[in-house]
């Protein structure tokens, strides 16, 4: 039995002299215009000897026994005909048998088709546990936590006193401008006020009453940049000076003054106030960064940067890491100022560094968190928020605590940057986290304050 007609293998002069002898045949048997003929192949008919199959293309040739009346589709004399010849329909089964064979052979070596992927809702984004929320009426600057108690600057004026276990109110004080909370020590809590084109004052305030016990002014035109307390002194930066003041009185101990701005709060680590801000304001000529010995205000050593140092220093294991608002991070030296590495992260940065461990992390304008090796410089991990980012990044307990303009609180895994959750408030969080005893307190810009369970 032959395998059926291939198209490739067709010999146009075998069926001319094929086709010829079936007309013929045809001819003597059904006498003129007896044309139709049945398909070798697949055993259609179809008019007109000598041309191809309309069906499956191969060359007809055996023409019916009877023609079959135009129109007419149902099982004439024609087709009872043929089927009633044992050959014929051997054949035809033959044919059908082979086609069917082949058809599986094809169809079993084809290649599995890809897979269909199944469409599949997202995964929830984990989120934390509100212990508490307290509404301060006013933009938060930032919380800070000390014995038990979490302080909270608003840009009112007022500070709020409240308890860290419960949110419920200790004490309230006003002051004429906004306030960012410092630490607290020895049972007296640090803050400053700013007033704009008025001046800045430091306060010193009763930690467990709200009751003043010193304010320093800084200058009529001073802006108190931030504060820190160390060694029995408070530490406090504005304008072009650094003042260092006696943390029992409030006497002033020494003043440094620079040619420009100090942008940055003031850091104290191995008896050094490391500080940044701008150089010259009316030359433009860039940022630095300001060592000075923290018993003398002497000045040690001073690096210049690509532009202003406007958030606070990180110092860790004998390492001054700083950031410029163009988006650089400098590694520097902490006794000598010089440079160790330096890397761009993004196009412009208000978050300040935090060092923990061997990471140095920052956040940027970009809306994303930056995690670096703190001795090269070399990107670690990123994690990018829906936001810009102003907060400073908080590191503890394994975890690196944020905040972004995308209304969310951010608790990524320190080691990888995956997301442990995140808590949306509605509104940007600028200010830095706090974190202290398992909670970590933030506060929105329209002035509600969070206390999040740190390990949800």
Aim: net charge negative; proline share 5%; aromatic share 8%.
């Amino acid at each position: 039995m032959t395998s059926g007609w291939q198209p490739d293998r067709y010999d146009p002069r075998h069926h001319q002299q094929y086709t010829q002898q079936q007309l013929e045949s045809q001819q003597s048997r059904h006498g003129p215009g007896g044309n139709l003929v049945r398909c070798l192949e697949c055993g259609a008919e179809t008019a007109g000897a000598g041309q191809f199959c309309r069906w499956c293309g191969a060359p007809t040739g055996m023409p019916a026994a009877d023609p079959v009346p135009p129109g007419d589709d149902r099982p004439g004399p024609a087709s009872r005909a043929i089927w009633r010849r044992p050959g014929i329909i051997a054949f035809a089964a033959g044919v059908a048998a082979a086609c069917l064979v082949t058809a599986i052979t094809i169809i079993s070596s084809m290649p599995d088709p890809p897979s269909r992927p199944r469409a599949s809702a997202a995964p929830a984004t984990p989120s934390a546990s509100a212990r508490w929320t307290y509404d301060t009426g006013a933009g938060v600057i930032r919380p800070a936590v000390a014995g038990g108690t979490v302080y909270i600057g608003s840009d009112d004026g007022t500070l709020d006193a409240l308890d860290a276990a419960t949110g419920s109110l200790r004490w309230t004080y006003t002051t004429a401008g906004s306030v960012d909370p410092g630490p607290a020590v020895g049972g007296t809590v640090y803050v400053s006020s700013d007033v704009a084109y008025g001046g800045g004052t430091v306060y010193a305030l009763d930690a467990a009453t709200g009751r003043v016990r010193w304010a320093y002014t800084a200058g009529s035109y001073a802006v108190v940049s931030g504060l820190t307390v160390a060694g029995g002194t408070v530490y406090i930066s504005g304008d072009g000076t650094v003042h260092a003041l006696d943390a029992a009185t409030g006497r002033l101990r020494w003043a440094y003054t620079n040619a420009g701005f100090v942008d940055s709060g003031p850091a104290v680590a191995g008896g050094t106030v490391y500080v940044g801000g701008e150089d010259d304001t009316m030359s433009g000529s860039g940022g630095q960064v300001y060592a000075l010995d923290a018993a003398t205000g002497r000045l040690r050593w001073a690096y210049t940067t690509g532009d202003t140092v406007a958030s606070s220093p990180a110092v860790a294991g004998g390492t001054a890491y700083v950031s410029d608002v163009v988006g650089q991070v400098y590694a520097l030296n902490a006794a000598t100022g010089r440079l160790r590495w330096t890397r761009t992260i993004a196009d412009a940065v208000e978050s300040g560094p935090a060092a923990a461990g061997s990471t140095v992390y920052i956040g940027g304008q970009d809306g994303t968190v930056y995690a670096l090796n703190a001795a090269t410089g070399r990107l670690r991990w990123t994690y990018t928020t829906g936001s810009y980012v102003h907060s400073s990044p908080a590191a503890a307990g394994g975890s690196v605590y944020v905040g972004s303009d995308d209304g969310k609180v951010y608790a990524l895994n320190a080691a990888t940057g995956r997301l442990r959750w995140a808590y949306s408030t509605g509104d940007a969080v600028e200010s830095s986290p706090a974190v202290a005893g398992g909670t970590v307190y933030a506060g929105r810009d329209d002035g509600t304050v969070y206390a999040l369970d740190a390990e949800s």
